[in-house]
């Protein structure tokens, strides 16, 4: 009687469609003899699922799945690192790194749906993006095992090619355009080629989004932007939902040179790398959502906030995303918004992004306490008094401690 032949074990594989996860289908039904389930996220990046679910199934998946988190990535991920004003090292808007907990989160309930032993990420050795996928599904689905090939094969991006090309695997790098791209509404990452020499400048075709400044219109251009608790809603009066709005002003911004970001960063493995993102809605957006802070919140607000803010941001990066450090924050974040209301007007010109106006129902600002001129009800009788009071501790330090007299009274008791 033949033996029936033994089922082989699952694994779930995030796929891009791009060098490493293609590259991987094959590499990883040789190296561990498993059937690879393909599944690819949308988080607003991908232009052609069909495409990308037709490759996976040629390099030799046994199944391709393909999801649209677009939404989702936008109002639970996107939006709250907004409200935060998360901006790693003060300049990187986190566009990948928000995408990867949610594609995490995806993976792990797709692994559970199809019975996979596995999920897999197509992360290198020395990126962050290891750390995102392993963390978060670590967090969510400790019972999963993790494979991640490109850490584990040994291959050069150069080999890497080479292997594609000699399995037939297709493939959109060559070894004269070898740039990394990662892309989503929120922003857009350029790596390897040329950017790795961080002394060489970023060459134009690296950017599709941010135009170069000399392609840039001769007149500035004014947009506003609304808000309501901290959360975008519309563009010139005009509202929009989430994606449109953020996809309108990557089109205004990045018309005029605005988002281009050459930096090099500290990754969490403890390296220094030199990274090349665009992001003109973010850049718009942070910009006039702080201005519109700015008159809405108070100054003990503001300060606490912005240490809030640099935590979360390095939470985002580092792949803390599940964690209840990361959902504190939050919950302070998502109060400090609650009168985060109104409209900013900026000026875009030659790259620069300035804020011109701002104005809300729930501003801290009143002109008649600010002006100088007629109308002014600000009692400045009463600031004598005040100063008295808030400089009493400094009078006292400096007639204890401070001076001259002082300071020959500690000579003259050393003498003794």
């Known amino acids: 009687m033949a033996r029936k032949a033994k089922t ?6 995030a796929y891009s469609g791009g060098l490493d996860t ?37 390099v030799g998946a046994i199944k ?3 999801y649209d988190a677009t939404q989702e990535f936008i109002s639970d991920y996107v ?81 890497t090619i080479k292997y594609a090309k000699k399995h037939g695997i297709p493939v959109p790098v060559t070894v004269a355009s070898p740039y990394s791209i990662d892309e989503n ?45 901290g959360i975008p809603v519309s563009v010139n009066g005009k509202d929009l939902g989430g994606l449109e709005l953020i996809e309108k002003l990557n089109t205004i911004a990045g018309k005029h ?28 957006l942070i910009r006039a959502h702080k201005a519109l802070e700015a008159m809405t919140l108070s100054r003990e607000q503001l300060r606490f906030k912005e240490k809030v803010s640099i935590d979360y941001a390095d939470l985002v990066y580092n792949g803390m995303w599940f964690t209840a450090f990361r959902h504190d924050l939050a919950a302070f974040v998502t109060s400090t918004q609650r009168y985060v209301a109104g409209t900013v007007r900026l000026k875009l010109f030659k790259g620069n992004c300035m804020v011109v106006g701002r104005k809300s129902p729930f501003s801290l600002y009143e002109h008649s306490l600010a002006t100088y001129e007629k109308g002014d009800t600000f009692d400045q009788s009463a600031s004598v ?19 001259e007299k002082v300071a020959a009274k500690r000579g003259r008791k050393r003498k003794q």
């Open 8 to 13: 082989k074990e699952k694994v779930v594989l």
């Open 22 to 58: 293609s590259v991987a289908i094959k590499w990883l039904a040789d190296k561990y003899n498993v059937d690879i389930i393909a599944f690819t996220v949308n988080v607003g990046g991908v232009k052609d699922l069909p495409s990308i679910k037709k490759k996976a199934l040629k």
């Open 64 to 66: 391709a799945l393909v």
């Open 79 to 159: 939006f709250p690192a907004l409200q935060a004003n998360a901006l790693y090292e003060g300049q990187y808007p986190l566009a990948t790194a928000l995408g990867r907990p949610l594609m995490a989160k995806l993976l792990a309930d797709v692994a559970r749906q199809e019975g996979a032993t596995y999920v897999a990420h197509g992360s290198t050795g020395k990126g962050n993006d290891q750390v995102r996928f392993d963390v978060s599904i670590a967090a969510l689905a400790p019972d999963l095992k993790i494979l991640a090939p490109a850490r584990e094969w040994g291959m050069t991006r150069e080999e």
């Open 185 to 229: 509404p929120w922003g857009r990452s350029i790596e390897c080629g040329a950017m790795e020499d961080p002394w060489t400048e970023p060459p134009d075709d690296a950017f599709a989004w941010a135009k170069s400044l000399s392609k840039t219109p001769a007149v500035p251009e004014y947009v506003e932007i609304g808000f309501d608790k």
């Open 257 to 284: 040179g605005i988002g281009r970001i050459d930096h090099v960063e500290s990754r969490m493995v403890g390296i220094k790398s030199r990274e090349v993102y665009e992001a003109p809605a973010a850049t718009v």
């Open 385 to 403: 008094g005040f100063i008295k009071i808030v400089g009493l501790p400094v009078r006292v330090q400096a007639k204890v401690q401070g001076g």
